[in-house]
């Protein structure tokens, strides 16, 4: 069958033929207690595999979270159902479904043959108004995206979420919603979790001016949810630097290629959405490029090969840097007619000056800390309201393995020394857990606490990474499949 005009082309796995219709449910999505860092009355430390020698893996990716989660936010304001293929399953997406059920979205998940989901998205006439509750975790995209959501259903709704995510910024994308009408109430500290807000008088037709330097996401909120304002929207980022322009850009291209007219200043820094109602949509979703990093990485640390099928030729996704960044870096790169790309690490890892590296920050600062000599990342001050502040931490973890990390203002200084082993605290960030997985896998005696974190975006970490390191001493291994 061929898909609808507008579904997106990639090189994510083609879907197969299905096997029974269930409700999967595999990942905890109750609120954390842990706090920043995250220390737990017994913490639970995981022995970072070591490779002695080098690796021979290939690694089957999971889907892109940042695309999965924007194409759930679009497929729930379509005029009509969405057929998502290679729909990622993890913490962050289970709790941006859990969302979309409370407004009245009907979902059906089908298991297919090659280990993927397919989600169905069947929007209601009209999302539920609610009252109604929103459990948002640690997802920067539920915590972020779903109150511009309830706004355009009109919705009274509470929004909390972990501890550790009631001190990550929230004001930008609440004060632009209250420039269209929203009330909030704060039950906290303002401008964060936990809030209520009553969208049931939205006015229509606003210019919005939103603050874009501590999280692209603010921005991105606003974007998805503008095709279903009333009269559209017309947003503006305040002076100063953006945070992550890449996502916003990302966010961009997906409302383009679901048929939203979407306008774009010349400066980049405006952008005018046309009012309307998308069609429903069918598209598969790219493998997460930015959670291939530390896979890819390994091949470095290692001196070895690592293989990613399914990277797409093109790409909206940050990760798609790891290509230059490995480069630069010492690695052999190559993207086969298979779609299959090969990473080799052939000699010393090269230190790196690189500007924004957003997301991929602390997996490459962990890559630094292997170098031969010092790195400097810049631009990546807004770090510091991620799922924790990801600066100080990798300082302070670093630290730990004998790596020499000053802080500036917008990013790191990266001077390797002598390695040592180490306990490495993850503070309930995914990111920071598989960054101390690429240093346990060089430096041998590291632990990480709570590799449990990694379940946001990948749910099978442990097992994956373990499977890879596994290929050091039998290159004849399956690898991470």
Avoid at 74 to 81: D, M
Avoid at 95 to 107: D, H, I, K, T
Wanted: glycine content about 10%.
């Amino acid at each position: 069958m061929n898909a609808p005009a507008g579904a997106r082309t990639s090189h994510a796995p083609t879907p197969q033929q299905p096997g029974p219709t269930v409700r999967i449910s595999p990942i905890n999505t109750a609120p954390s207690t842990g706090t920043t860092p995250s220390h737990h009355v017994e913490p639970q430390w995981w022995p970072a595999p070591f490779a002695a020698a080098p690796l021979d893996a290939t690694v089957l990716v999971p889907a892109s979270k940042s695309l999965t989660n924007r194409y759930l936010i679009l497929a729930a304001l379509a005029s009509s159902p969405s057929t998502i293929h290679n729909t990622l399953i993890s913490r962050d997406t289970e709790l941006m479904l859990n969302a979309l059920e409370a407004f009245g979205v009907q979902l059906e998940r089908t298991a297919q043959a090659d280990g993927s989901t397919t989600v169905r998205v069947v929007p209601p006439e009209r999302l539920a108004a609610g009252p109604l509750t929103v459990q948002c975790g640690l997802a920067g995209t539920v915590m972020r995206f779903v109150p511009a959501l309830a706004a355009v259903a009109g919705a009274q709704a509470d929004f909390d979420g972990d501890a550790a995510a009631r001190v990550r910024p929230m004001a930008p994308v609440l004060d632009a919603l209250a420039g269209l009408g929203v009330q909030f109430s704060f039950h906290g500290a303002p401008g964060m979790l936990p809030f209520t807000m009553d969208a049931r008088r939205l006015e229509a037709g606003a210019d919005v001016q939103i603050d874009g330097s501590a999280s692209s996401q603010f921005i991105s909120a606003m974007l998805l949810a503008a095709p279903a304002l009333p009269g559209g929207l017309r947003l503006r980022a305040a002076e100063g630097p953006l945070a992550s322009p890449d996502h916003i850009a990302m966010t961009v291209a997906t409302l383009r290629e679901l048929g939203a007219v979407v306008d774009l200043d010349e400066d980049g820094r405006g952008w005018s959405v046309q009012p309307q109602r998308i069609a429903g949509f069918t598209v598969t979703v790219e493998p997460d490029l930015s959670n291939a990093g530390p896979f890819l990485a390994a091949a470095l640390a290692t001196r070895g090969v690592v293989r990613v099928p399914f990277w797409p030729a093109t790409t909206t996704q940050v990760g798609g840097k790891w290509v230059q960044i490995l480069q630069a870096m010492g690695a052999q790169v190559s993207l086969g007619a298979d779609s299959v790309l090969t990473v080799r690490g052939t000699g010393p890892i090269r230190g790196i000056e690189y500007a924004d590296a957003s997301e991929l920050a602390p997996t490459l600062a962990a890559l630094c800390a292997l170098a031969d000599s010092p790195s400097k990342l810049t631009g990546i001050g807004h770090l510091r309201g991620h799922e924790t502040d990801r600066l100080a931490a990798l300082q302070a973890e670093l630290g730990k393995v004998g790596v020499q990390v000053t802080v500036t203002d917008d990013g790191l200084e990266i001077t390797p020394g002598p390695p040592r082993p180490g306990d490495l605290d993850s503070y309930e960030d995914h990111r920071m857990a598989t960054a101390g997985a690429l240093l346990g896998l060089a430096i041998d005696g590291v632990r990480v606490e709570n590799i449990a974190t990694t379940s946001k975006t990948m749910p099978d970490f442990p097992k994956q990474w373990a499977a890879m390191a596994a290929t050091a001493a039998n290159p004849a291994a399956e690898g991470s499949r």
